[in-house]
């Protein structure tokens, strides 16, 4: 399907924020198998909007636009649509409870421009905003599809993962496609392309599109068959035959996250789980706790971020400290045992290192060790990172979640 | 002079780069007064290129257009524009000379290919490269500006700066436009808008243009004047008026952050800080430690996420959490004093609540305690907040950050 996207907003047009909506959605689109051949990106004004909508109606089949979907004067997308393809607005009942509930909920004063976030093209199918207020929505008219989206990324992300893109997939093809994502971790997308480079190109159903996400890369295979058996025993086969090569790297399924097949181990195993951090400064308990549920595995976390606190809270003998650092595989060592021992943990993961943009006196920006520590035994993880202060940060935090998963699978 | 930005690169349609170039250019013609109306974004296809340079020319004064100037077959930029504009390519000695210089010094191979970057559209005046080998051009034709940037950000953004905004700058003979962001929590968009609707609506120099971000909203003015003196008396008065009706909700400038202000109050104070965090798991401590330096006011945090580790690493009393349950004032507040009392810090904030899906049998989800202890006093912010379990979360740490410089300027 030929497809483009709209972005709408002056402040994109005034270079306030980046279009990362049009990259987040090429790439699910091109992993699916759109063909996406323009972007455009035009400011909060009817006339202009409505000129780049009947043009984009002229060369593409389906027309997907992202915000002004918001309560208002300037949130025109709506009322433009409408215009575009001649369709009515109509109030869809349940987004319009949820606001009001939303409004009920906080005790907030609801202004009456609010209610307007709940009109949607008449006829069309709503796609739910499970993070905000304004609902997307799909259309048809004359043969083309019409999706519109909320322009945050928190809401339109989700929102596209969800219901969008399973919405765009039932109208595509013949056949039906049915679709298979596998996670990896800890191998770059040239590397993991590399590794299965004869697959990737040889092989047409399933197809095989490796995607670079944060820090990760995913591989969505997508098998096109009218049997539902057929098509999951295809994925089967592929499926294998990829984690023979590179098995050692994969972690999960679909929208799973490093966070929660970490917690499913933990729970598999009736273990629990205590951190200490200095690097991260909180940031392994804060993905942790992301996932609803992470309090029945995970105690708490300590964040010593700096060594006075590490030897005032964790009790890190002052030596070590002096001796090697607190950036070292030593000290790492001391706060993982001493955290599991404080908190009465099964495991106990550390994070100390140097983010940058300085170095901490011993060690450069990018150093990074984590201890994993259980009764049987403490592993230290010595990393060297590249990357801004965030960067590293961020990653440290993905490689503790990923080692200690594969730790406590290969201790069961 | 209306202005519109064409990226060239499959790159942007399958989503593997943002379109970050469209971003900066965007910011610097805004604050230089052009107006851009459009960005569109096509791939190294020169019919579909073509098609939307003469779309461009139809409705825009200038048209600048990045990438696609490189050595390999995809790089068409060049060649479609001489056919859009009706003029020929020819070599632009100097800059080939730079290319077989570059080889010469690296000693490295050049292929035949990469004295095509060379060639402009005859007649342009050249952009230097400093950063690279494809330099840029510009050129009139008809009546329209042509620009031509090359794609890497490393190459354009300096270029530009350095040689293609003056270069249109003479042609246009604006004012230069200031501008100045106020950033504000704890107010709505629509909100914001209403309490400042006569101000925006009637004011056209400055101009005042609110813009939502992650559960913040910015206000951008804008004025145009020959004299800066001028200019930021302008943006000054202004400022003063929407201070007036707004300035409680009121927290920095321009790209300034939530957890910078209060960094800054903190280092202006001398004062440090530590946190207790249930409810956010450690997100409160990540945000502070974000910021460079702040191991210099930022003690540290004790993750608490079950009862047992509230009274086994804070001393929360067990009776405290029968009576009242952990998501309470009295738990929030006896978090927020053990914290700082273990810590020995100036201030310790505490975070506990209910984030969802479900309850914790006391409280629904959304309600949130935060407390603020310092050796005057220790303060209880109750909220009621909305929404999925990370908003929850996440509007609970802006709160936090936002409440905790707030009280740190007031107790100075």
Chains 1, 2 share one sequence.
């Not at 191998?187 to 040889?202: P, Q, R, V």
């Not at 996250?257 to 598999?268: D, G, Y």
């Amino acid at each position: 399907m030929k497809t483009e996207i709209i972005a709408v907003g002056t402040e994109l047009l005034l270079g306030q924020i980046a279009n990362t909506n049009a990259q987040f959605l090429s790439a699910e689109l091109a992993s699916a198998g759109f063909h996406v051949y323009h972007h455009t990106t035009v400011g909060d004004n009817p006339d202009r909007l409505l000129e780049v909508m009947k043009q984009a109606s002229s060369r593409s089949e389906c027309i997907i636009i992202t915000g002004g979907l918001g309560p208002t004067k300037d949130d025109l997308t709506k009322e433009t649509a409408a215009a575009c393809i001649g369709r009515k607005l109509v109030y869809d009942h349940r987004s319009l409870d949820d606001i009001l509930n939303h409004y009920k909920i906080t005790g907030k004063e609801m202004s009456e421009n609010n209610k307007k976030q709940a009109l949607i093209l008449e006829g069309s199918l709503v796609l739910p905003n499970d993070f905000g207020m304004a609902p997307g929505m799909v259309t048809e008219a004359e043969n083309k599809t019409w999706m519109l989206l909320p322009g945050p990324p928190s809401e339109l992300k989700p929102m596209f993962r969800q219901y969008g893109l399973p919405a765009l997939l039932q109208k595509g093809g013949k056949e039906p496609v049915r679709s298979r994502v596998l996670r990896f971790f800890g191998i770059g997308e040239s590397m993991l392309e590399a590794k299965l480079a004869d697959l990737i190109e040889n092989q047409t159903n399933p197809t095989i599109a490796p995607l670079a996400g944060d820090f990760e890369v995913t591989l969505r295979l997508s098998a096109s068959f009218y049997s539902t058996e057929e098509a999951e025993r295809a994925l089967d086969e592929t499926e294998q035959r990829i984690l023979e090569r590179a098995g050692e790297f994969f972690y999960g399924y679909d929208d799973s996250t490093l966070e929660e097949q970490l917690l499913k181990s933990l729970q598999q195993t009736a273990t629990s789980l205590s951190a200490a951090e200095s690097l991260t400064g909180g940031w392994f308990g804060k993905s942790v706790t992301d996932v609803p549920g992470a309090s029945k595995s995970f105690m708490g976390s300590v964040v010593v971020y700096n060594n006075n606190m590490k030897e005032k809270l964790l009790g890190v003998k002052a030596e070590t400290i002096q001796k090697h650092g607190a950036v070292s595989a030593e000290c790492a060592a001391e706060m993982a045992e001493a955290v599991r021992q404080k908190t009465g943990s099964g495991f106990g993961i550390s994070f100390t290192g140097a983010a940058g943009p300085d170095g901490d006196g011993h060690a450069k920006p990018g150093t990074v060790y984590i201890a994993i520590s259980s009764p049987q035994q403490t592993d230290v993880l010595p990393l060297q990172l590249a990357g801004s202060r965030n960067r590293i940060r961020a990653l440290a935090v993905k490689h503790g979640l990923f080692a200690l998963h594969k730790r406590i699978v290969a201790e069961k």
